[in-house]
Every structure is written in C-alpha cells, then in structure tokens.
C-alpha cells in the first residue's frame, strides 16, 4: 500500500450524506473532529464500532457512548493501571461513532504493573465476593432509578410544604429527578466495567494457551469450553418458553392466540386455568421482562416490558412450534455435557505439565466468565432500559407541555440542552411568564430530526486513516475483535466468487434462503429455516435463533451474541463479514459455511 | 457365520491378545476392532502355525536358509536370484493336508463363492510395521477355496520379495524369525475408500483428522493411483475444515466374472464430484477417532464404505495401525508456561491476536 494515500480516509475529508450538511450542529464540540486538530486527528487510526451503535446517533443517545468510552478507559487506565493500555479515545462523524485506542508509552508500561498487580490481583482473588457485592449495588441502583417521576408542575406549592416551611418548590425537585436519573446511569456504566476488562483479559489469556498448544484449534471450540450453559442472558427467552408449554398445559393457548395484549390476556383470564397462567406472566415479568429488543444503546430501543406484544409474539411463536410437536427447551444438559467433552479431549492431548497450566486458567476463565455474559442483562437491559422508561416519560411530559411535537423530541436534545429546557419552564413557571422553548424547539427538533433521517441512509466508513502495521491493543482485539486480519478485510476485495468472509462463529454448514434484517422490527419477517442476514444481533433476537437455519452478520467476533446464541442452538454462524447485509438481499440462496467463516451466494 | 478357531485359522471375532503373535499386526488389529464391535468385514486369519507347518512338511527352512546362506546385503543380483528360487519353492508345495482343509473350512463358512481380499500379516516385532507395510501382498476378489489357497501360500512366498530379503539382510534380521500370517477378508464393494490419519500428516497437529478418498476400493488411494480428494476435520469438533475435489480418473472395481479387482476409467461427471458426503466425512473421522481412542495413539486407518450395504451401516474399517512418523518426535515444549496474573500481564502486552 501507497504510504501517501491513507487505506481509509481521513475524517476531514468524508462528506456528509445529502440533507445531513448540518450535522455537526447537533453533537456537542467534544464529539467532532475539530478542524484546527486535523494534524493530530489524522495520526491516529479510528474504526467505526457499528458493533455497538449500528444507527447514527440521536443527540440524547451520546449519553450512552459518551459513558460507556469513558468507564472503560476509567478502569484501564486509573483504576487497574491495565499495563500497557488505557482507554478509547472517541468521536462522533456523520452519526456515527470512531473509536481510537489510547496505548500506554512503552516506557511507563512496566512501572505499572506492580500497581496492576495489586490491583487486578485483588479482584481476581475476591472476584464471588466483590461480584455479589455488585449484584447487590447494582439493583440498588434500578431501585433508586424505579424510584423517579416526572410530573407537571403543579400551580401553587402544596400548602404542606408552606406550613412546614420547607422553603422550596417542585422545580428543585424536577431538576434532582432528572440530574438523579443521569447520574444513575452514569453509576451504572461504571459498574458496567468494573470487572468487564478483567473478565475478558483473563479469557484472553486462557485463549492464548490453548492456542499456543493447538494453533489451528477454531475460537469457537475454546469459548465452548467457557461458555455458561445458564446464563441470565438466556433467562428472559428460557421464561417465554416455559410460559408458553405452561399454555399449553393449562389449556389456555388457543385464547392466547388472536387479539391484542389486553384481548388475550382478558380471554385467558376468563378460562379455569386463566389465573394461573396469568400469574405466571406476570410473575415473569420482574424482572425478566425488562429486556431490550435492541441492544440498549438507543433511546429507541423497545423493551418487552413496555411493549408486551413483542414477547407474546414470540410465545404464540413458541406454541405453534410446541403443537407441532418441536422441542423448544434449550438442551441444556447436553450443552453441558458437550462442554464438558470438549474439554476433556483437547485437554487429553496436551501433556502432564501443561494439562495442569490448563486446569488453572481454565478455572480462572469459568469463574470470570460469567460476568461477560450476565453483566449485559443487569445494565444493557435491566438497568439502561429503567433509564430510558424515565427519560421517555420526561419527554413525553414536556412534549405535552408544547416543546416538541412528538412524545420522543426530548432525544434530537443533547442531555445538556434538556437541561436548559428544564430550566426555560422552571423559570417561567416561577415568574408566571411564558414558555420560550415552545416556540424554538419543535421545528429545531424537526430540522435534527431530517439530520438523523438523513445520516441513516449512509451506512458509516470501517475505518478512518492508515491502520497500524499490527494491531495489538488488547482491548480492541477482545471487545471488538479487530485484528490485523479483520482490517486486511475490510480493505480487500472480496474473493471474486461471490463469496464474503467472516469469523467463524458457530461450527456447520447450511444451504438456504436468506432473510436480511436491519431492524429488530421486522423480526416478524422471519420465516422458518431461513438464513438470518443482518448488521448485528442483539439478545432479545434469541425466540427468532430456534427458526433460522444460521446467522450472518456484519459486526462481531467470536464473543458475539449471534456467535454465543448459535453455538447454544447448534446453527451455523459468520459473523464480522463487514457488509453480507449490504451485499446480500433477501432471497439469494446461501451456503454458509460457520467452520471456516465463509458465505456464499449461490445465486 | 464364522467356522470354529483352530490351530491354523482364527476368526477375527476369536481373536484374542494371547493370539497376536500367531496373526500378525495386521490380523489383530482385524480382531480387535471386530471385538470392540466396530464394523469390519468378516474373515479370518491363518494363522503363523500354518506357515510353519509348511515349512515343516516340506523341510523348507533348511531350503531357505541354504538359499540365503551366501549372499550379501549389497549384492542385489544374489538377493534376487535366492530370493526367487525361494518364492518358487513355496508356491510349488501343496499345503499340508489339515492346513488345507482348515482354510477350506473357514473359507466356506463364510458362504460358497464368497469374493475376499487375501492380505499378508506379518509378525516381525522388530520390524516397523510401516516401512514393512506394503512389501508383502495383498490380492483383491479372491472368489473359491482353490484360488484362496493359491493367494495363501503366494503371501507367504511374498516374505521373499527381493526387497523384503534385501531389508532384512540390511538390518540384520533373521529370515527365518519372520513369520507370515494370511488375512482373508469378505470383499468390500467399495462405491468409495481411503485413508485417515488421526493426525495432520504434513505438521503432526493431533487436532485433525486427514482423509483422502477416492472411487472403488482404497488401494489407488494408497497406492497413488489417483490424487484422491481431501478432507482436514477438526477432531473434537467433528467439522469439516478444510476440502480439495480432485480429478479422481480412474477406480479400482471388483469383477465377479473376471474373479479379480479392475481398474476402470471414473466418468467425466463422476470424476469431479466429491467421493464422500459431508456426512460421510464425519462418519470416516467419527470411526478414526474411535479406532485411535481405542489404541491410544494416532491411528492410520483404512476404511471403505460398502455399496451393498444400508446407508448408515456401509462404513467399514479394513485396517488400522499406529501412526509412525509423528508419534516418535519428541514434543517441543517451551521453557516454562507462564502462569497466574504475570501470565494475563503477558497476554495483554502481547495479545495472542497480534503474535504472528
């Protein structure tokens, strides 16, 4: 490659789509990159984490990057000195965000890592304990954010404050609800990391031995080895299964079948065994239901909770499979028996002094990794999608108010001019004047509105500027699985046969139709025993992995969710093609090959 | 249906480890496997008694030892001369009477007009099987008593190829402690065959099962007849990795007029197309994995899929013996594994990623 011409561009030089010119308005100064730092920008590479932020970003949904780039850096690079990294350095263009890991001077990497040591060391050798302990402050947590409400201001103070003379009024409260429910999540996000880098290095250096004793043995087998079989991440789809064989059993399927919620739900209720159904629904819920059909990153992100036609879908789903005589439970003693074999035969191939090196990391590995894959429904799901009821009920409150047309104005604000907004009826409540906000922000909040519409039609760049020569940040490696070979990828063509690479995520190889998806919304779509083509997969897409015959994806390495939740469900996966939802469309017939990581399009 | 174990024939299914030495390494590999229960074809073996009792009957060692006196291991004209007189001598002798109809016996039991492969099993312990293997016959669609009695008594001449001879004279051997048991096997009618190597030939990785397979029977495999296609599986996995569809020309066929195997131009259509299903590549490594586990070590193991019989049970083993080459490497291991926390510090400095 030309040394002069970067292999991605620099972001000084990408135009914005059409009718997104402006775009650089909504974000804060922070986000962008600023002209005068262009010499600086442009040394460093950035890759695009469409992993996590596929959609360009609303203004409010910075919050969730900005914490989240933010806590992980934290605990690299101030509270566990992480030796030779610190955190990712981050950037919003044209909606979408870049990230640029920030590597720790070689000279000061090995002053740090007595201090890691100590530590990491700590964490590592309390981990139950101090976990426990994070359960515990985390559900403190969603208690308190469970706790706020917004109402409207009343008209006068209640004589009860006067008469107690507590010499304060309802804006002081409104002002704490909201900066209490960012600061909630803020809290959040930092526990999100306290032990997210620490479980992943520990993995990591699992994987690292193993590879070392069998170099060509597939990812896929070494994370079999770690993977939970119970994980709470799978709970929420476990609970509709079981819901859905309790209908059944109760006899109370066929009323579950037509109509909305509240219809089905009235005509179960109405049956013998109605109640009991019920109570297990609702049982269920708390806190199971609090799951996103995204990834919780957006503020329009739907959670079953709020939206309970969407896990009724998937039971009706679920019991249409049932009577046709399918078995829906996940296998689980089998998985852990076919974990337990996998392990057993690499380990039977490796000599006494290493078998034992083995038994020690692989220990460390399966105390560590569950937290890898619980923490998503805790904070993503259960925490986050707490966040977002609050904050869609806050701009629902002031759209009623007249600041914006739409319940969802309230997120085309960043989190700070929401405060000003809060601010504008404050103070014009207590002075008896009129709103202000009411006559600039609905068409400011259409004209961003057009910005984020307009960002979404052009999907983002991989990369921006000269990669490195070899990719060694950890943690882009671990949490994003960009390695030298994936930006070898991203640059190459593909390899002339119609065919796209990827990682090879879940072992087989299927023909089939393909399905592409690009949204959450048009699950229902999805017919049986197609091939599942999309950017991402989040969770919640776990009812749709029991009628796909594999999963393709755009983003993702080996720790994907669409990786994790095919290796449970024995499908086929590719995942980190870069673009199969791009490249292929809905119809093309697939050979999916999750062995060696390859798509082909069969025409 | 199988005839009774005697002095001189064993059924595979009679074998037992007390009878290796009198079957040879082939022969009890037979017995093993059909004891573990895995499918094999049925046969029988003759056993190293009825080689020595034709050599008693005739007073063929002294004949032998006389022939071989003189020569030098690096006269290879004396070793073919001797070596060729010796053949003829055994191929000229009748069989003692009771060896005879033993083989006649164990013969007809396993049903009159019966095509087998008459395979050589030699017993030298000293000798690697694998530089051995190969140097003594193996005759394909042996059909009636008369001709497996014929092919018997040419496997035991085939002790005497020059190469053999040369062999032992080289490594100072004693031809007369090497003994010949004869394999005589129900014929495979192989719609395909190979080879499968529980490890990775070329690296010696022991996660991979190698297969190369071909039209017919697996003898144009082994013998490079063909360039077979090739199958890499990952072996805990069991998934296929790796797969090159060669242009198989030509497949070895058993001719029932002509009592012998043919080798047979392979269509146009049929060349190209992979000889195995994926799913049976699986079956081929599932049954390699099994034989090795079985032995304990990396296995080499021939395997034919029978078109006569029902799909899921047509998969055959027809020999499987350790695996040489890597098997007697020492392992390389480095200085010392780096372990606990200085090993993730080690990780994350120099993630596995990154190490090419």
Known sequence: ?603 | MSAAPSLYTLPFGDISSADHARVGGKCASLGEMTQAGVAVPPGFAVTTDAYQAMLDHHGLRAEIERHLASIGSDDIDAIDRAAQAIRVRIRSHRMPDEVESAIRGAYAAMGEGMPVAVRSSATAEDMPDASFAGQQDTYLWVIGADDVVEKVRDCWASLFTTRAVAYREKNRIAHIDVLMSVGVQKMVNARAAGVAMTLEPTTGDRTRIVIDASWGLGETVVSGLVTPDNFTVEKVLEAIVARKISDKHVELVGDAALGSAVEREVDAARRSTPCLSDAEVLEVARLAKRLERQNKCPQDVEWAIDADLPEGRNLLALQSRPETVWSRKPKEKPAAYATGLMSIVGTLNNPIASRK
């Open chain 1, 1 to 603: 490659m030309d040394a002069k011409t970067p292999v991605f561009p620099s972001p000084y030089d990408v135009k914005p789509p059409k009718g997104a010119e402006d775009w650089e308005g909504i974000y804060p100064y922070y986000l962008k990159f600023q002209p005068s730092r262009r010499p600086i920008e442009d040394r460093k590479f950035w890759f695009c984490d469409s992993q996590h932020w596929p959609m360009p970003f609303r203004p409010f949904d910075c919050i969730m990057v900005d914490f989240a780039a933010k806590c992980l850096g934290q605990y690299n690079t101030r509270h566990l000195l992480v030796p030779p990294a610190n955190g990712v350095d981050y950037r919003i263009l044209n909606g979408y965000v870049y990230f640029s890991p920030i590597a720790v001077e070689p000279s000061e990497i090995e002053a740090r890592v007595p201090q890691f040591l100590e530590r990491a060391g700590h964490y590592f050798g309390n981990w139950n304990d101090l976990l426990a302990n994070w359960k515990k402050k985390v559900l403190g947590a969603i208690d308190e954010l469970e706790a706020i409400s917004f109402k409207e201001l009343p008209d006068v103070v209640d004589i009860e404050w006067v008469k107690s003379g507590k010499g304060l009024d309802d804006t002081y409260d409104l002002f704490g609800a909201y900066d209490d429910a960012i600061r909630l999540c803020y809290k959040i996000w930092q526990y999100h990391f306290e032990f997210l880098n620490l479980g992943y290095a520990a993995y990591l250096d699992f994987f690292g031995f193993v590879k070392g004793q069998f170099p060509s043995i597939p990812d896929q087998a070494i994370a079999k080895m770690v993977q939970g079989v119970d994980s709470e991440l799978f709970r929420p789809d476990d609970e509709l299964k079981k819901l859905s064989k309790l209908a059944i059993e109760l006899g109370v399927a066929d009323a579950l079948k037509t109509g909305s919620v509240d219809e089905a739900l009235a005509a179960v209720a109405k049956l013998p065994n109605g109640a009991k159904w019920i109570a297990a629904w609702d049982g269920a819920k708390h806190p199971w239901f609090n799951f996103s059909s995204g990834n919780g990153f957006y503020s329009t992100d739907k959670y079953w909770i709020d939206h309970l036609d969407i896990p009724l879908s998937y039971i009706r789903d679920y019991v249409s499979r049932l009577e046709s005589g399918d078995d829906i439970m996940r296998p689980t003693a089998r998985l852990i028996a076919e974990r337990d074999r996998i392990t057993a035969e690499y380990r039977e191939m490796m000599d006494e002094e290493a078998k034992a090196v083995f038994d020690q990391k692989l220990g460390l590995s399966r105390v560590v990794f569950p937290y890898v894959e619980d923490h998503n429904f805790y904070i993503e799901h259960w925490a986050i999608g707490v966040f977002w009821r609050k904050m869609r009920q806050l701009s629902a409150l002031l759209a009623k108010l007249g600041f914006w047309r739409e319940d969802d104005g309230m997120f085309f604000l960043t989190r700070n001019e929401v405060r000003d907004v809060l601010w504008d009826y404050s103070a014009a409540w207590g002075v008896g004047a009129e709103l202000r906000g009411t006559d600039y922000w609905p068409g400011e909040v259409a004209r961003r509105r057009a910005i984020v519409d307009a960002l979404a039609a052009q999907p983002p760049l991989p990369a921006l500027n000269n990669p490195p020569e070899v990719i060694t940040e950890p943690f882009t490696i671990m949490l994003w699985g960009i390695t030298s070979e994936a930006v070898k990828r991203w640059t190459g063509a593909d390899d002339g046969d119609g065919g796209l690479q990827g990682m090879a995520g879940s072992p087989g190889i299927v023909e089939g139709v393909a399905r592409v998806l690009r949204s959450p919304d048009q699950l229902s779509e999805l017919k049986k025993g197609e091939i599942l083509v999309t950017p991402v997969t989040a969770p919640s897409w776990a009812p749709v992995f029991g009628k796909i015959a594999a999963a393709v994806t755009d983003i993702g390495g080996m720790m994907s969710h669409a990786a994790i939740v095919c290796r449970e469900y024995g499908l086929p996966a590719v995942t980190g093609t870069g673009n199969a939802s791009s490249k292929i469309k809905t119809g093309m017939r697939l050979r999916v090959d999750g062995n060696t990581g390859s798509v082909h399009i069969l025409g």
